[in-house]
């Protein structure tokens, strides 16, 4: 089905609105290079036709809807092509300073195809992109005051740089209030909203006041000398002749000069126009820094989730593998234990040297070894040990964690702490006594 033709003209014509004011943003860039590569009418005229390639493309990712990135940057190299085609055509002649110009007509199919796809300006040529525009301008100011060939546009690019500055206050004013209006529709935000473009109307026409005094100053002052050389001029005229007198020779009338030379601006101005300079530059600087403080921002919470993992995957790890540590010496932890206990588990075990290692222990060696296996047994079951705690906290909590007592545990800590603490050695019987109460099913 064919697309009305009415839709498609008004989507053009926003394209090409689009397209201007990108390049105007972004005038530095191809200016210069139309000024190097080609005469001035010629250059104006090539200028034109980049808004021209910005909608045409735009108009042509909607229309075929290229699948593949490879596609599309066939079709923007195609358009730097021909970019670079039409400069030859006002050259006559081919040379390396066609290239910049082959490469902004790229750049331009290249965000005109961004454009469409993304659907909306403000998400295709966002705040970061309108900062780069006027550190451009800022550079370009830099360039025409250093270069021969830019001197005679030195005034356009100082009227564009300020016309730059206004318009992204106003783009990035409308797209705050734009934001703000979600769901608050109403007399109240409709006063606010003009009162807040009221002021920002206000501030640049303050910035385009300080901006351009110098340039202002400069054509008054040529407009009244002129004025004043024609005023003179006229009231020096000769007078009619008389035809009974021979009036005497006149002397010359006196002319002022076309134009004064330009006089060296006054102490006042040359300070404020530090004072606009220093003013854009701190903004400039408070601009950066206000993108470097979101970037390290956000760079700072991924890393402290990043390190919150690890941390808390170090954290499980290390309580269930480590055990409790006192006043002396770590008691145990899975490894020292599996090193310490490995061949002595091995032996008690049935089948095994007839259990000989349990009978050869000391009292207080095998009040020991029955405190470890039950630590061990419970934190293989699922128990989250926590180093911090005593041998009788410890109990307890084994105890609320499994929701239930085991016969001896109790006596076990009391002997176990006797044995730690007091240096006391338990009768074997006892010892085995115990043995018999943990080993048994609750």
């Not at 190097?36 to 034109?48: G, H, I, K």
């Not at 990712?61 to 670079?84: C, N, S």
């Not at 076309?258 to 003013?279: G, H, S, T």
């Not at 309580?319 to 090193?339: A, I, P, Q």
């Amino acid at each position: 089905m064919t697309e009305p033709t009415a839709p498609r003209i008004g989507r053009v014509s926003r394209f090409l609105i689009q397209g201007f004011a990108e390049l105007f943003f972004y005038l530095p860039v191809p200016l210069i290079a139309a000024v190097y590569a080609l005469d001035t009418p010629a250059a104006w005229v090539w200028l034109l036709t980049v808004p021209i390639g910005y909608a045409a493309c735009a108009e042509a990712e909607l229309k075929f809807k290229p699948a593949r990135p490879i596609t599309r940057m066939i079709a923007a190299a195609a358009a730097g092509i021909v970019y670079l085609f039409i400069a030859f055509m006002f050259t006559g002649h081919a040379t390396a300073l066609l290239l910049p110009l082959a490469l902004v007509g790229a750049a331009a199919a290249v965000q005109g195809q961004r454009a469409a796809r993304l659907g909306s300006w403000a998400a295709a040529f966002p705040g970061p992109a309108i900062l780069a525009g006027i550190i451009l301008h800022l550079a370009g100011q830099l360039a025409a005051s250093n270069l021969a060939a830019l001197a005679d546009y030195g005034p356009f690019m100082a009227g564009c740089g300020i016309a730059a500055v206004a318009a992204a206050l106003f783009i990035r004013n409308e797209r705050q209030l734009s934001g703000e209006d979600e769901g608050r529709p109403g007399p109240a935000m409709a006063a606010f909203k003009r009162h807040n473009r009221g002021l920002t109307a206000i501030l640049v026409a303050f910035i385009v006041i300080v901006g351009l005094f110098r340039i202002w100053q400069q054509w008054l002052e040529t407009a009244a000398a002129r004025i004043a050389n024609a005023v003179i001029s006229w009231l020096s005229r000769p007078g009619k002749e008389l035809p009974t007198e021979e009036p005497p020779p006149a002397p010359p009338a006196p002319l002022l000069p076309e134009a004064e030379a330009p006089r060296e601006p006054a102490a006042w101005l040359v300070w404020l126009e530090q004072a606009f300079k220093w003013i854009v530059g701190i903004l400039v600087v408070a601009a950066l820094a206000a993108a470097a403080f979101w970037l390290g921002r956000a760079l700072y919470r991924i890393a402290r989730k990043w390190l919150g993992r690890l941390l808390q995957r170090s954290r499980d790890t290390r309580e269930f593998s480590e055990g409790y540590e006192d006043e002396v010496e770590s008691l145990m932890t899975l490894t020292k234990w599996s090193e310490q206990w490995k061949g002595r588990l091995a032996e008690i075990m049935p089948g095994r040297n007839g259990g000989k290692a349990w009978n050869q222990m000391p009292g207080s060696q095998r009040v020991r070894y029955l405190y470890g296996s039950m630590l061990k047994r419970s934190i293989r079951k699922g128990y989250a040990f926590k180093p911090h705690l005593t041998p009788q906290e410890t109990a307890s909590d084994i105890q609320s964690w499994r929701q239930a007592g085991k016969d001896g545990e109790k006596e076990l800590i009391r002997i176990y702490d006797d044995v730690r603490y007091g240096g006391a050695e338990p009768p074997l019987e006892e010892t085995e006594r115990l043995k018999r109460l943990l080993e048994e099913p609750n």
